[in-house]
């Protein structure tokens, strides 16, 4: 499908169905694909015709955005990451369910935050820029039971002075 909508005057193909923090398409139509084989598959259609590919849904982290990325996207789209007025905001998503996203701070320091990750994310695959990312990303099968074991040790801002560590 996305050589024929490139084919026919398109110029960025939007790719997900179903990857999105708040989206239950997969529950209640049945209907989804895994997010990057989506995207792998979309961009190698999409650039052999010139064309360009969105990837849209499963990234809340930087980490995600790098992968999106390596895989061949050309622009990403991160609303679970973004930046909503007040302490909280309420969202509806089409085919999703309401949600109370709690406000994560100025929207500078995401950005920093995710630009750090991209950086990081070019010097271990030896990317030189951006757009060679996908050149050099090499992506490998894991389990989620090795997910699990190998899971970075995370420790929230809240948790810090349970633990006496001063920043």
Known sequence: MTE????????????????GSVCTT???AGVGYPQLSAVIECADASHGLNGHVMSDGGCTNPGDVAKAFGAGADFVMIGAMRKHRGSVAEYRASEGRTITIPYRGDVSKTVLDLLGGL???C?????????ELSKRATFI???QQTN??????EVSPLELPKLNVQI
């Open 4 to 19: 024929e909508l490139i084919l026919s005057g398109a110029d960025v193909v939007k790719v997900g169905i179903g990857p």
């Open 26 to 28: 997969r529950k209640k």
């Open 119 to 121: 950086r990081s994310a």
């Open 123 to 131: 010097t271990y695959t030896g990317a030189r820029r951006l757009k």
């Open 141 to 143: 099968r894991v389990t």
């Open 148 to 153: 699990e074991q190998y899971a970075a040790f």
